[in-house]
Structures are given as structure tokens and as C-alpha cells.
């Protein structure tokens, strides 16, 4: 049985994907608006997906999306660490925090997160080094330019995406990283064209993570909204739960998702279908 570890919780894989609820604590996030910028409002929400049945919590403070300002460490952990004290031991599942500042992982991870969620695009050694030294969950998403720009794969997405993979993987044997402790995202929007993104949920069983948990993270994003015609964020979730369910049948252990219920849902579906024996 093979695991992901984050800090205190052990998650089994294989048996059922887990739902990771979004949190965005952001004014200019492309799905909610600024919604739960508000710290009362950040922290009930949180408590809310809990109670709706997610198996983790992702806390970000900075927007990704194609048209968002990149921000400082300081204005980010500003953003962070209201929202972090304020469910500080009201959780019985892991907390992860989305920055790809070393400095920032220091910090949510001293003040109890389990897991930081890296979309800068590469394995940073100084991030993986303090997951190692708490014991936390890892998350490296394979991001080739940003959510704003197309990348060029000669070899095509799969072999790219494949070969981040096991440079990453290799990059943590050198460390002596645990791999129990690592996730891999192959980055759905993120330097991709509309094809590539349809390509890696459809054929996400050709990616190898050797052990290491799988992540899928497709939640309202714009390949939802070209391939139904919803050109609104926050009316993606039906289709966000299929594109979901193509990514748990090959393989992903983890979905990223802003609709709990509908994810949840959707999770168990694709997971009995997945394990099943027919």
C-alpha cells in the first residue's frame, strides 16, 4: 500500500481519490471574485468544506490565474496568516498552503500547515528541505510559462509533463526527500494549449509518478469553459466533475476542486468505477 504523508495524516492511495476544497484568499481570483478575501469569511469557509466532506484544505494568497499581478512574500504572508491562525486547530484534515516562496512555506508550515502546493514549476530545494524537516506533503506542478502563455512540446504534453516527473523524482533522491511525502501536478492551464490540457486528463494512466501521489487540478478552468461554452468560472462545476472523473479513472489520487459537494460526488463515482473489478 503506498501512502502521502502530510505532517500527521497519512493518506492511503489507490483506494479512493481525495477532494482538496479551494480556498482563495485573494481579491482578483478568476473563480470567485474576492469572495472569501475577507479573514471571517476566509476562515468560515474552510470550516464549511470541512463539514462538506473535504479531505484536504488548499489556502491561497495569491492568484494564478492569466491576468493576476504577482505579489511580494510579505504581502502574501500578510494575506495568509490571519486566515492560518484562524483555523489553527479547528482542522482534523490537512491544511496545505498554494506559494512557491521559500520563505512563506517556512512560515505557513510553522504555524501548522501540512502541505505546500508549489506551482512555481520546479522542485525547489530549499521548500522540499523544510517539508523534510516538518514531515510535510510536497506538491510540485509541472508550469512551463504561466497560465498566460502556450508552450511548444516537440515530443508532445505527455512526454514533457512525464519527463518534469522524473526529474523531480530524481531531484528528491538526491535529497533523500521521501517520496511518500511528494505529489505531482501535472499542471492543467499552465503553459498548455486547450489541447494538451484535454490530452492530460484523458490519458493521465500514461503518467508515472513512482509511488508518488497524483494530483489533478482542472477546477473551472478555461479548458472546462472552451470545451462546454460556459464562459462564466462559477457555472463550470458540472463540467469540472467530469473532467475530474476522466483523471481519477487514469490514475489521480487527489482532485483540487472550489465545489466540494459536486467534487465529492463525482470522486466516489469515478473511485468505485475505477476499483471495481468487472
Request: charge should be negative.
Amino acid at each position: 500500500m503506498s501512502y502521502f504523508v502530510a505532517g500527521k495524516y497519512k493518506l492511503p492511495l489507490g483506494r479512493r481519490a481525495y477532494v482538496m476544497g479551494i480556498l482563495n484568499v485573494t481579491p482578483d481570483s478568476f473563480s470567485d471574485g474576492g469572495r472569501y478575501f475577507n479573514e471571517t469569511a476566509a476562515v468560515r469557509h474552510c470550516l464549511e468544506m470541512r463539514g462538506q466532506g473535504a479531505d484536504i484544505i488548499d489556502i491561497g494568497a495569491q492568484s494564478t490565474g492569466p491576468a493576476s499581478r504577482e505579489i511580494s512574500p510579505e504581502e502574501e504572508l500578510e494575506r495568509l496568516m490571519p486566515v492560518l491562525e484562524g483555523v489553527r486547530g479547528k482542522l482534523d484534515i490537512p491544511v496545505s498552503v498554494d506559494t512557491y516562496y521559500p520563505e512563506v512555506a517556512e512560515q505557513a508550515l510553522s504555524m501548522g500547515a501540512d502541505i505546500i502546493n508549489d506551482v512555481g514549476g520546479a522542485f525547489n530545494e530549499h521548500t522540499a528541505a523544510l517539508c523534510g524537516e516538518w514531515g510535510a506533503g510536497y506538491i510540485v506542478m509541472h508550469n512551463d510559462g504561466g497560465a498566460a502563455v502556450v508552450t511548444e512540446y516537440p515530443e508532445g504534453i505527455i512526454k514533457a509533463v512525464q519527463s518534469f516527473f522524473d526529474g523531480v523524482l530524481s531531484q528528491c533522491d538526491k535529497l533523500g526527500f521521501d517520496r511518500k511525502n511528494l505529489c505531482l501536478d501535472p499542471g492543467i492551464g499552465f503553459g498548455k494549449s486547450h489541447e494538451d490540457n484535454l490530452r492530460l486528463l484523458r490519458f493521465m494512466d500514461r503518467l508515472d509518478t513512482h509511488g508518488a501521489a497524483l494530483l489533478a487540478a482542472a477546477s473551472r478552468k478555461r479548458v472546462i469553459g472552451r470545451a462546454t461554452g460556459e464562459e462564466r468560472p462559477d457555472k463550470r462545476d458540472a463540467g469540472t466533475v467530469a473532467a475530474h472523473a476522466a483523471a481519477i479513472l487514469g490514475g489521480a489520487d487527489i482532485i483540487r476542486a472550489h465545489d466540494v459537494p459536486s467534487a465529492l460526488q463525482g470522486a466516489r463515482m469515478a473511485s468505485a468505477l475505477r476499483n471495481t473489478e468487472f
